[in-house]
């Protein structure tokens, strides 16, 4: 059983940038694909992001790429979600999440959940 725990709630103006993080335990992080999701009322989850075990390759929302980037230390058993340009359709609840498995934007795929934080973007 893999435990994560998000950090990095906020409020942020629009334009803004907050960084996320998501601190692992329980399996040896670098064994772990780390993704992140986020979800609003009354809407399904959203894949966000998503980053291989080493680190050396990640994949986005089509939407998102360019302003969402996802990090990983695996010293620190840590991954990050640096959000820049944050827009009114960016607030949400953001989930961290992980598996063994790598490439998909599905979050069914994903056997490990956090307890999400919350962003909120002001305008």
């Known amino acids: 059983q893999v435990q994560l725990v998000e950090s990095g709630e906020g409020l942020v103006q629009a334009g803004g940038s907050l960084r996320l993080s998501c601190a692992a335990s329980?399996?040896?992080?670098?064994?772990?694909?780390m993704g992140w999701f986020r979800q609003t009322a009354g809407r399904q989850r959203e894949f966000v992001a998503a980053i291989s075990w080493s680190g050396n390759s990640t994949y986005y929302a089509h939407s998102l790429k360019g302003r969402f980037a996802i990090s990983r230390d695996n010293n620190k058993n840590m991954v990050y979600l640096q959000m820049n340009s944050l827009n009114p359709e960016d607030p949400a609840v953001y989930y961290c999440?992980?598996?063994?498995?790598?490439?998909?934007?599905?979050?069914?795929?994903?056997?490990?959940w956090g307890q999400g934080t919350q962003v909120t973007v002001s305008s």
């Open positions: 999440a992980a598996d063994y498995t790598y490439g998909s934007r599905d979050g069914g795929e994903y056997t490990n």
């Open positions: 329980g399996r040896p992080f670098s064994d772990l694909v």
